[in-house]
């Protein structure tokens, strides 16, 4: 694999790819306005011309995440509305960017069931991909908590055949929210297990980028708390057998702990993850 950090951008996006080269990152993940916020923050040509330079000199990997607030199957039509224009938004400046992909959750179904609100997510989430021209959408999966979407590869599976499997579809797999939604990730036979059903269900090849976060949950939870690398109920034994299984060989996988100082991902947590590799 290849390790990396969502990075804050300081108030200056282009300043991120170094922040990440500093930590010793090979790809970073980015937001492109206030992830807990509606207002979108529009990116200057001379920014996005800044931080493509920044990411070519540095060599390091761009990804962007949506706002935390979307929610694309809902039956609340206003709120359906603006996370739809979020998205949209959020992919014509990821390809100002020329960044690799964008994350983004997918929402809650609110009680209505996965079914009720499919077609409404698949809309939306072709309307995300209809707004720009080169940059993948990358689907995450959910820890499963509440009514949350796409805890399962299943249902991952299910968005991806409704929506017709379009090229720039990927898929973004969290590891904590892979643990507390009932997938054993520690041991080879499960990793065996979850990734020949990705494979089967999706294909290995849509796999664009990982979340490599420890649990402070265990599995089965449900509950979504992300932990450093090694602290929680993954734990050192379980990432080394994650990091080295052959699914996610050259895959990007990006840090979102607290950090061992709770500023955010940091080196030391970095450092961890290499150690790991045989």
């Given at each position: 694999m290849r390790f990396g950090?969502?990075?804050?951008?300081?108030?200056?996006l282009p300043t991120a790819p170094g922040r990440a080269r500093a930590l010793g990152a090979d790809c970073v993940q980015v937001f492109v306005g206030n992830p807990r916020g509606w207002r979108t923050t529009e990116v200057t040509a001379e920014?996005?011309?800044?931080?493509?330079?920044?990411?070519?000199?540095?060599?390091?990997?761009p990804f962007v995440h949506c706002?935390?607030?979307?929610?694309?199957?809902?039956?609340?039509?206003?709120l359906r509305a603006r996370s739809i224009a979020a998205l949209e938004h959020t992919?014509?400046?990821?390809?100002?960017?020329?960044?690799?992909?964008?994350?983004?959750?997918?929402?809650?179904?609110?009680?209505?069931?996965?079914?009720?609100?499919?077609?409404?997510?698949?809309?939306?989430?072709?309307?995300?991909?209809?707004?720009?021209?080169?940059?993948?959408?990358?689907?995450?999966?959910?820890?499963?908590?509440?009514?949350?979407?796409?805890?399962?590869?299943?249902?991952?599976?299910?968005?991806?055949?409704?929506?017709?499997?379009?090229?720039?579809?990927?898929?973004?797999?969290?590891?904590?929210?892979?643990?507390?939604?009932?997938?054993?990730?520690?041991?080879?036979?499960?990793?065996?297990a979850l990734f020949g059903e990705f494979d089967e269900r999706i294909g290995l090849d849509r796999l664009t980028l990982v979340h490599l976060n420890d649990s402070k949950t265990d599995l089965g939870s449900r509950v979504d708390r992300h932990e450093n690398i090694g602290d929680g109920h993954i734990g050192t034994a379980g990432f080394t057998e994650f990091v080295n299984h052959?699914?996610?060989?050259?895959?990007?996988?990006?840090?979102?702990?607290?950090?061992?100082?709770?500023k955010g991902p940091d080196a030391a947590n970095l450092d961890r993850l290499r150690a790991m590799l045989r």
């Open positions: 950090a969502h990075v804050s951008t300081g108030g200056a920014a996005a011309e800044e931080f493509r330079k920044a990411c070519a000199e540095t060599g390091v990997e706002m935390y607030l979307v929610n694309y199957g809902t039956a609340d039509d206003a992919m014509r400046v990821a390809d100002e960017l020329g960044v690799t992909g964008v994350v983004t959750h997918l929402g809650s179904h609110k009680g209505t069931g996965f079914e009720t609100g499919l077609d409404r997510l698949c809309e939306a989430l072709d309307a995300g991909l209809a707004a720009s021209r080169h940059t993948m959408l990358l689907p995450e999966n959910s820890a499963g908590s509440g009514d949350t979407i796409g805890s399962s590869v299943d249902e991952l599976a299910t968005i991806a055949d409704r929506l017709g499997r379009p090229d720039r579809l990927g898929v973004c797999l969290d590891t904590a929210h892979l643990l507390a939604a009932g997938y054993e990730i520690r041991t080879r036979p499960g990793l065996d052959p699914a996610v060989a050259g895959v990007p996988g990006v840090l979102e702990v607290p950090g061992l100082a709770g």
